[in-house]
């Protein structure tokens, strides 16, 4: 039995690591699509987005690598986000498919091509992130669940919490993206990135603030939890730590330095996940569904993780490699212009 | 009796698991075509098979980049159509599936780039040994993928606790009676499927006059695989003569081995890469192949219908609890997604196509002796 339990909260440490090198990597992806959009010119617009084109397709392959974990280390929980989220998860399948295929369509194939092109990832881009933000937060706000079932209706996802939420998730990606795109090398997009890092911050706490506060009033269990010792600080810690990090990556934004906003930003992104994860880790469903009454039996469940964990170091120091290749490329792009 | 919501659900997923099951076939049969150009090249120095090298290299990854995004949806589709088999036999039939999505993962993640990027510029010896590691790798996919879908078909090895279906031995349960009999014919698919693509862009060249020395590699590269692979599945297609749905296929191959019969006579006749009949022919098979693919998928799984696990689970208990309408919404939105990936990979193959293979002995960063090391 004890391996059991340990098994299950093995294979959800490495699913939650697997999602937050998801959310870092394409939010960066993503939002370096919203933030290209709000460049001045079709020539940044376009440099912008060529920026990220090196590692596009891993944040597709770190989304395949949590798609397994869930499926075969909680079986039981799957099958319940399948039946509730089925159709935001349908929508999020269609808006990664028609990013994947407005990046691989051919910027040059005739006049006003690129800019097309340019729309398609946008659009998309927007999808995704809205339907990824609208899916946490219909997690969050919870499942209907009898006898480890589904019971809730098909559109009970959809509601002002989770709207917000995928709102919250669309600022978080914008604040990667123009972290990213502040080492760009041009002085127009590294500019511009950083006018907007002077807000998007700001956004992204003022939306984390409400949305605690929203569900601090609707659940009695989290207030309870939060609210009497020793947990009474820990939701306003965490929200202090975002408003202090979001602070120093508008100081720095504005001061013109070009690596310590993505810095900063992944940090913001980290206490972001911190939140619902401290708040409801052991579930697999918020409330109705724990990770060990979802899990695979033990030799279901050891079999993916070794496969995982075979899979995680090569992933991770190829992850690296790319996002140190890109960011220097970056870079380079800087000294290259410079002596243009 | 089961409602017509889950029988969309079924839909979807027999559907997404054809897009997916072609893709996955063009990039296992891909690879060994590029471990076998390599090899030529290596042996005879004929710059031909480099330039085919160069040439199927870009299409296998833009392949394997498909077959990546199909089968990231073909997990989801699964869970979004059969979310109650998950429930109730998901220790059985995920690890499989996961194994071989780590598989290609691990694949992307090590080799892959090395063979991709590395030619000309990496020594021989560790570029062959790259190029047959991603060859081994894809085959290892194929083998955990026809396990996934064999367990169902024959189930073996599992334990049936709290009406939950589990695992009691693996062993059992990855190698089922008729595992390597499938395995050798989903092989012989692959390289069916991957020769009749080689060979309808040779015989397009040909037709056109254009990369004629490359072309003629490919050409009998495309009809080596053809003679070796079809025999195979007509074997194989042969003792499953009970199947229905399989004559389509059976009438397909008999019509390979009719093709094949012909470019033979083509080639006694010295007018093999002349005869713009034959060369049609060829064309039209390159067409075809995906669709006999497809239909070889469909029927056994369609032949299962009323279980989803054979004796074990019927398929109206294992379709997600959905309402019809999100069904319905679901296949809209497939259809839409297959026709995006589709259209978008034409768009691909077609700008392959226009490049062309470099013409011999002009390939870019052509190894010098001994090769050079990066």
């Known amino acids: 039995m004890t391996i059991y339990l340990d098994l299950a909260s093995l294979t959800a440490a490495v699913l939650l690591f697997g999602l937050v090198l998801y959310l870092l990597q394409d939010g960066i992806l993503l939002g370096v699509a919203l933030g290209s959009a709000l460049m001045p010119d079709a020539g940044s617009r376009a440099a912008a987005l060529a920026s990220t084109e090196r590692f596009r397709l891993a944040g597709e392959s770190w989304l395949l690598f949590v798609t397994v974990l869930l499926y075969a280390g909680f079986p039981r929980g799957w099958a319940v986000l399948t039946a509730g989220l089925h159709l935001p998860l349908l929508g999020l399948l269609l808006a990664l498919v028609m990013r994947g295929t407005a990046w691989r369509a051919d910027a040059r194939a005739g006049p006003g091509a690129g800019a097309r092109r340019q729309r398609r990832i946008l659009v998309a881009s927007l999808m995704v992130s809205l339907f990824e933000g609208i899916i946490a937060g219909a997690l969050i706000a919870g499942l209907p669940v009898v006898d480890g079932q589904f019971a809730g209706g098909a559109w009970d996802w959809f509601g002002r919490f989770p709207v917000i939420c995928g709102l919250a998730m669309l600022a978080l990606h914008a604040l990667l993206g123009c972290a990213w795109l502040c080492l760009s090398g041009d002085p127009d997009i590294a500019g511009r990135a950083r006018d907007l890092l002077g807000r998007l911050p700001v956004a992204v706490v003022l939306l984390s603030v409400s949305l605690t506060a929203w569900l601090v009033i609707g659940d009695r269990t989290l207030r309870i939890a939060?609210?009497?010792?020793?947990?009474?600080?820990?939701?306003?810690?965490?929200?202090?730590?975002?408003?202090?990090?979001?602070?120093?990556?508008?100081?720095?934004?504005?001061?013109?330095?070009?690596?310590?906003?993505?810095?900063l930003a992944a940090a913001m992104a980290l206490v972001c996940v911190a939140g619902p994860v401290t708040a409801f880790g052991r579930w697999i469903v918020p409330r109705a569904l724990d990770l060990h009454a979802a899990a695979a039996a033990p030799a279901s469940a050891v079999v993916v993780l070794v496969g995982a964990l075979v899979l995680l170091p090569l992933a991770m120091y190829r992850t690296g490699r790319i996002l140190g290749e890109a960011m220097n490329a970056s870079a380079a792009g800087a000294t290259g212009e410079a002596g243009d | 009796m089961e409602s017509g919501g889950g029988q969309l659900l079924w839909l979807q997923y027999i559907l997404?698991?054809?897009?997916?099951?072609?893709?996955?076939?063009?990039?296992?049969?891909?690879?060994?075509?590029?471990?076998?150009f390599e090899v030529c090249w290596l042996v005879t120095r004929d710059g031909a098979?480099?330039?085919?090298?160069?040439?199927?290299?870009?299409?296998?990854?833009?392949?394997?980049?498909?077959?990546?995004?199909?089968?990231?949806?073909?997990?989801?589709?699964?869970?979004?159509?059969?979310?109650?088999?998950?429930?109730?036999?998901?220790?059985?039939?995920?690890?499989?599936?996961?194994?071989?999505?780590?598989?290609?993962?691990?694949?992307?993640?090590?080799?892959?780039?090395?063979?991709?990027?590395?030619?000309?510029?990496m020594a021989e010896a560790p570029h062959l040994l790259a190029t047959a590691l991603v060859a081994a790798g894809c085959l290892a996919v194929l083998a955990l993928s026809v396990a996934a879908v064999s367990w169902p078909r024959s189930p073996v090895g599992q334990a049936v606790i709290d009406s939950r279906i589990t695992v009691a031995d693996w062993r059992e349960i990855l190698f089922v009676p008729g595992f390597w009999p499938r395995l050798v014919q989903d092989l012989a698919g692959a390289v069916l499927l991957a020769g009749l693509v080689v060979l309808a862009f040779a015989a397009r060249w040909l037709r056109r006059s254009e990369?004629?020395?490359?072309?003629?590699?490919?050409?009998?590269?495309?009809?080596?695989?053809?003679?070796?692979?079809?025999?195979?599945?007509?074997?194989?297609?042969f003792a499953a003569a009970g199947h229905p749905?399989?004559?389509?296929?059976?009438?397909?191959?008999?019509?390979?081995?009719?093709?094949?019969?012909?470019?033979?006579?083509?080639?006694?006749?010295?007018?093999?890469?002349?005869?713009?009949?034959?060369?049609?022919?060829?064309?039209?098979?390159?067409?075809?192949?995906?669709?006999?693919?497809?239909?070889?998928?469909?029927?056994?799984?369609?032949?299962?219908?009323?279980?989803?696990?054979?004796?074990?689970?019927?398929?109206?208990?294992?379709?997600?609890?959905?309402?019809?309408?999100?069904?319905?919404?679901?296949?809209?939105?497939?259809a839409v997604i297959a026709c995006l990936i589709l259209s978008s990979l034409a768009g691909q193959l077609g700008r392959h196509l226009r490049a062309g293979p470099a013409t011999p002995g002009g390939v870019p960063r052509g190894p010098g002796k001994g090769g050079s090391r990066a």
Not at chain 2, 19 to 35: C, M, N, R, W
Not at chain 2, 104 to 113: G, N
Not at chain 2, 211 to 237: C, D, E, F, K, N
Request: overall charge positive.
């Open chain 1, 226 to 263: 939060w609210f009497t010792w020793p947990g009474v600080f820990w939701p306003v810690v965490l929200l202090l730590l975002l408003a202090g990090l979001a602070w120093m990556l508008v100081r720095a934004a504005a001061r013109g330095d070009r690596r310590l906003p993505l810095l």
């Open chain 2, 49 to 121: 098979w480099l330039a085919l090298w160069h040439f199927w290299a870009r299409v296998f990854a833009t392949i394997f980049g498909v077959a990546l995004l199909t089968g990231l949806l073909f997990v989801w589709q699964e869970g979004l159509s059969l979310g109650r088999l998950a429930a109730i036999a998901g220790d059985v039939t995920a690890p499989p599936v996961a194994l071989a999505a780590l598989t290609a993962l691990v694949l992307q993640t090590t080799v892959l780039a090395a063979m991709l990027r590395g030619q000309g510029r």
């Open chain 2, 245 to 334: 749905g399989t004559q389509a296929l059976a009438g397909f191959v008999l019509a390979l081995l009719l093709l094949a019969a012909w470019g033979g006579a083509c080639l006694y006749r010295g007018e093999a890469f002349s005869s713009r009949h034959f060369l049609a022919a060829c064309i039209a098979a390159g067409v075809l192949a995906p669709v006999a693919l497809l239909a070889g998928w469909l029927a056994p799984v369609v032949a299962r219908a009323p279980w989803m696990i054979q004796d074990l689970l019927r398929t109206g208990a294992a379709t997600t609890a959905v309402s019809d309408g999100s069904a319905a919404t679901g296949l809209v939105v497939f």
């Open chain 2, 211 to 237: 990369h004629l020395a490359t072309a003629r590699q490919g050409l009998v590269a495309g009809m080596a695989a053809l003679v070796i692979s079809a025999p195979v599945l007509a074997g194989g297609l």
């Open chain 2, 16 to 36: 997404s698991g054809g897009l997916h099951l072609v893709f996955q076939a063009l990039a296992v049969g891909l690879s060994l075509f590029l471990l076998v």
